[in-house]
């Protein structure tokens, strides 16, 4: 069975950091397009961003609300990824899911982690 | 960015009964169109994909329709498992985008 194991949530103040990381099992990570998507309270699902495969040249892709302040890398060889979150702001407290993308057309989120709680408060 | 607008945001129903949820995306999306089962305290779980494709494992009540701007995803005959959130999500075009969630309740 596939399974998506995350870690590192917590409680952070605002400007500051965190890593969450995501273990991957019984799937074969290394041609996989991985990615996260976070569940904010009142306003739902949104989309963090993703890293292609090696094969795809391991390219990131972000969120507006992010980029230049979040970081997606992975390693493959632990079947782990990973997401930097600096400069945290209040407004990114959500729930952080890791996912699955289908690598070619129709995309869609496969498999979901069961998530971990990231609250950014003073 | 491609929005995506559910109706209803929320609906009261009994086991049994046929349930339809519609999304709207601000563009034409062709068929790149997604549905996702949230239950309380889970995960996201992938029912259907490009409109109208079952995930495996999924039951067959569920069915999904439409294409270009309009689509619609319906349960034939309620169960309680079912109820819980629903969500659309288009694959367009990055950033991928859902909508805000369709919570079917007991009524």
């Known amino acids: 069975e596939v399974q998506l194991v995350e870690s590192g949530g917590g409680v952070v103040k605002p400007g500051g950091s965190l890593r969450l990381s995501c273990e991957v099992s019984?799937?074969?990570?290394?041609?996989?397009?991985m990615g996260w998507v976070r569940h904010v309270p009142g306003r739902g699902l949104e989309w963090v961003g993703r890293i292609k495969s090696l094969l795809d040249g391991k390219t990131t892709d972000y969120a507006a609300p992010v980029k230049g302040r979040f970081t997606i890398s992975r390693d493959d060889s632990k079947n782990t990824l990973y997401l930097q979150m600096n400069s945290l702001k209040p407004e990114d407290t959500a729930v952080y899911y890791c996912?699955?993308?289908?690598?070619?057309?129709?995309?869609?989120?496969?498999?979901w982690g069961q998530g971990t709680l990231v609250t950014v408060s003073s | 960015d491609i929005q995506m607008t559910q109706s209803p945001s929320s609906l009261s129903a009994s086991v049994g009964d046929r349930v339809t949820i519609t999304c709207r995306a601000s563009q034409n999306i062709t068929d790149y169109l997604n549905w996702y089962q949230q239950r309380p305290g889970k995960a996201p779980k992938l029912l259907i994909y490009a409109t109208s494709s079952l995930q495996s494992g999924v039951p067959s009540r569920f069915s999904g329709s439409g294409s270009g701007t309009d689509f619609a995803l319906a349960i034939s005959s309620l169960q309680p498992e079912d109820f819980a959130t629903y969500f659309c999500q288009q694959s367009s075009r990055t950033p991928w985008t859902f909508g805000q969630g369709t919570k079917v309740e007991v009524k």
């Open positions: 996912t699955t993308e289908r690598f070619r057309s129709p995309h869609y989120f496969g498999y």
């Open positions: 019984e799937f074969t990570f290394s041609n996989a397009w």
